[in-house]
């Protein structure tokens, strides 16, 4: 598993992205002075937002399947956390643009190539997602306890 978006994977088997680009802002407004530069005055985080990009070859690894599997992720308007394959959770993250990309057709119209692109930007608070995913952990390992106990 190279990330997984909620419960999509992304992975050989679905789509594996080859670029991962993060864009995170910091807010520091201006208010104008007269004689002077401008104030400025840090107001906390801005926009996180992430792209993954890449391409797959549906005869080789991938599944047309996974974009449309994405579409209906963002149909439905929720937000999903977004956790790397290494265990680093990013936050809750919503899809807000997907691109797709057809070329090189086989006779039955069935593309040999796929280029995708997929926007992802983060809605969480950035502290609840933590406090939410320590303590499922905690929950989840204190039930492993119990249940090894019982036997």
């Known amino acids: 598993m190279m990330m997984s ?3 999509f994977v992304f992975s050989l088997p679905t789509i594996a992205y080859q ?3 993060r864009q995170t802002e910091w807010k520091h407004p201006s208010t ?33 399947a996974s974009i ?8 439905r308007g929720e937000s999903y956390v977004l956790v790397e394959g290494t ?9 807000t643009n997907i691109d797709d990309s057809r070329s ?3 006779q039955d119209g069935l593309a040999r190539k796929i280029d995708f692109t997929i926007k992802l930007k983060r809605v969480d608070r950035g502290d609840q997602i ?7 952990y905690e929950i989840e390992f204190l039930d492993y306890l119990d249940d090894d106990i019982a036997e």
């Open 5 to 7: 978006l909620g419960q």
């Open 19 to 21: 670029q991962f680009q």
């Open 32 to 64: 104008s002075r007269v004689g002077e530069r401008d104030a400025h005055q840090y107001t906390g985080k801005g926009v996180d937002s992430i792209t993954l990009s890449g391409w797959f070859a549906p005869s080789l690894s991938g599944k047309p």
């Open 68 to 75: 449309d599997d994405l579409h209906a992720m963002a149909d």
């Open 87 to 95: 265990g680093k959770i990013y936050g809750q993250y919503a899809i």
């Open 104 to 106: 090189m057709f086989f």
């Open 130 to 136: 933590a406090q939410q995913t320590d303590n499922s």
